[in-house]
């Protein structure tokens, strides 16, 4: 009996060690492997496939260790695996684990399965789903000790902002943006969580600087982190709610020669509606990163605003041949069409941009113009409205809404788009001058004439030279509106420095000659409406007018003696009959306003 007892001792202790043995070879080989760094040195190769050979061998070997299993998926992730790790990660039950949630959720949204990626997300906030209630608190405290082992960690802050990317997603915009700023609260390093809210248009220019002072630098960063991390996030800000300085704080001079900051500053330049300078910047960052995503949205604009066709042409086809997939390469075709214009070619573009990208403003503002262009303003408002939609903080839709509603005479909805538009940007010039110019449809000239100033003033505060040429209409109107006050050399002012802007501008030369013609100086005035007809052709008002005149300008230096004065011309009925039929709104179309002074 003893005898049988000591065999059956002898053979399990050489089962035990043979176990031991077999357990020493699988560590010493998986240990191998992870020594070799085999993983994850052909996900840093790009070989996808071969890293995930080797992952899913490691992962068998070790038995399901968690830091193997991690890699196994971030492997099925890296090669586009995305359906196959979600699955993998719930089947193994590794969802309960903070990590492998957010991994799971992120490879739902790769797929658009944007319902079941939040549902996978809120999980954690579920009280009656949690580590310890399924698996016991043991378990649940072994787990959280082997989970900090792994190599992904602090992913509160990249929960938050997937989280937002699914609400943005699912248009729930206000949710998305409040967990922008919880992302960008739990770690102020996250550029995306940032970035989104401001390319986005998520949040009013005023609400962007509460955030950026409401952000805990000094708890997250030392004070030199702070002082460059808060300087580089206010060059991203909105720019241009109102003009603004386009020169560098001088904490960021090491990152002068940066492209995403030239960018930054090239936004600025054009939003001053310096379109030489940004032009002349934007090309530069472009000759070294052709492919800088956020320097060609602003040098397809300027291109547009500088009337370069043939450039515009050669980027578009460019981008398309090298870019199909991008919005932005559609809406650069979208633009050229629109220059040229062809608008429903631009249509048809510039509407596959938003389908590929349906939060890309640009495209939806650019496809309201296209509209706009051939007088379709329910269209264009249609547009515009649902730009709005997905550019809260954006004053832009409601302003060109404005304008749409303005030109269709119903001035009473278009200055209430524009009152609200002048609430989220008080000192862009653009809407003070429409705000004018609907006052001076209304009569209301003191209004318009206070409105329009302001703009003028926003303009200059920025600029020690000459304002730009955009601006032109702006000084013809201020113009406009002193005639109708009676300040008639005022107005003549306004029109003279109109002039300078542009020398040889029919309208600005006709509108001194009227002005000429109320004074009673028709000697002037004939000069400025032979300059006008001149510069710009016929033209029926300026033609109608000067006949007039020269007929007053004969009958005040008539050579007859005792000529009657009941034959004499009637200045007041002269300005009754000259009428400019200029309806549309000055910054949408470059039209002025009607010359004509009677009411």
Same mark, same amino acid.
């Given at each position: ?332 075709? !979208?633009?050229? &069409?629109? $220059?040229? /214009?062809?608008? #429903?070619? *631009?249509? %048809?573009? +510039?509407?596959? @941009?938003?389908? =590929? ?44 809404? !404005?304008?749409? &509603?303005? $030109?269709? /005479?119903?001035? #009473?909805? *278009?200055? %209430?788009? +524009?009152?609200? @538009?002048?609430? =989220? ?49 702006? $000084? ?7 005639? %109708? ?6 107005? =003549? ?107």
């Amino acid at each position: 009996m003893r005898e049988t007892t000591a065999s059956f001792a002898k053979v399990e202790e050489t089962i035990v060690l043979e176990e031991l043995s077999r357990s020493r070879v699988k560590r010493m080989n998986v240990d191998k492997f992870r020594t070799l760094g085999l993983v994850r040195s052909y996900i840093d190769k790009h070989e996808y496939e071969t890293a995930l050979f080797w992952a899913d061998k490691v992962v068998t070997i070790s038995g399901g260790d968690l830091t193997d299993e991690y890699w196994y998926i971030q492997c099925l992730y890296v090669s586009g695996q995305y359906r196959r790790a979600a699955d993998y990660i719930t089947h193994k039950n590794l969802q309960e684990y903070k990590t492998f949630r957010y991994l799971a959720a992120k490879c739902l949204a790769s797929i658009k399965r944007w319902e079941d990626a939040l549902d996978m997300l809120e999980e954690a906030d579920n009280p009656n789903k949690t580590i310890s209630s399924i698996l016991g608190v043991s378990a649940s405290s072994k787990m959280e000790e082997t989970v900090e082992n792994l190599p992904l960690k602090n992913t509160a802050s990249s929960t938050a902002l997937l989280k937002g990317q699914v609400y943005e997603a699912l248009q729930n915009m206000v949710q998305a943006s409040d967990w922008y700023k919880q992302a960008l609260t739990l770690d102020v390093h996250n550029y995306e969580a940032f970035e989104l809210l401001v390319r986005h248009q998520m949040l009013t220019a005023k609400e962007e600087r509460d955030l950026l002072e409401a952000l805990p630098f000094k708890v997250q960063c030392t004070n030199e982190e702070t002082e460059v991390l808060k300087a580089l996030y206010e060059t991203i800000l909105k720019k241009y709610d109102k003009p603004s300085d386009s020169s560098l704080p001088e904490v960021l001079a090491p990152l002068k020669d940066n492209r995403d900051v030239l960018t930054n500053k090239a936004e600025r330049l054009y939003y001053n509606c310096d379109f030489p300078g940004c032009y002349k910047l934007t090309s530069s960052i472009l000759e070294d990163d052709p492919w800088h995503i956020g320097c060609l949205q602003v040098h397809i604009a300027t291109m547009v605003e500088l009337q370069k066709s043939n450039d515009l042409y050669y980027l578009a086809h460019k981008l398309v041949d090298c870019q199909p997939s991008l919005a932005i390469s559609w809406y650069a075709v !979208g633009c050229y &069409y629109y $220059l040229i /214009k062809k608008y #429903e070619a *631009a249509r %048809k573009f +510039l509407s596959k @941009a938003t389908l =590929i990208d349906k939060l890309f403003g640009p495209s939806w503002l650019a496809f309201g113009h296209a509209f706009a262009a051939e007088g379709e303003h329910d269209q264009a408002s249609a547009a515009y409205f649902t730009a709005a939609k997905f550019m809260r903080g954006c004053h832009l839709p409601l302003l060109y809404s !404005g304008l749409e &509603y303005a $030109l269709m /005479k119903n001035f #009473e909805l *278009a200055e %209430k788009l +524009l009152d609200e @538009a002048l609430i =989220i940007a008080p000192s862009d010039p653009f809407v003070l001058h429409e705000m004018g110019f609907i006052n001076f449809q209304n009569g209301d000239l003191e209004i318009a004439l206070k409105y329009m100033t302001e703009a003028l003033t926003a303009v200059q505060e920025q600029r020690k030279g000459p304002i730009p040429t955009k601006w032109e209409p702006l $000084l013809n109107n201020l113009g406009h509106v002193h005639r %109708k006050l009676k300040k008639f050399e005022e107005a =003549i002012d306004f029109h003279r420095q109109a002039l300078v802007l542009c020398p040889k501008s029919q309208s600005t030369l006709s509108s001194i000659g009227y002005c000429y013609v109320l004074m009673g100086e028709f000697s002037q005035a004939i000069e400025y409406f032979h300059k006008a007809l001149g510069s710009g052709g016929n033209d029926t008002f300026t033609s109608t007018i000067l006949s007039h005149t020269l007929e007053l300008f004969i009958g005040e230096t008539s050579p007859c003696q005792g000529l009657p004065d009941d034959q004499s011309l009637d200045v007041d009925s002269v300005v009754k009959e000259g009428t400019l039929l200029a309806e549309k709104s000055a910054m949408s179309s470059g039209v002025e306003m009607d010359l004509s002074d009677y009411d």
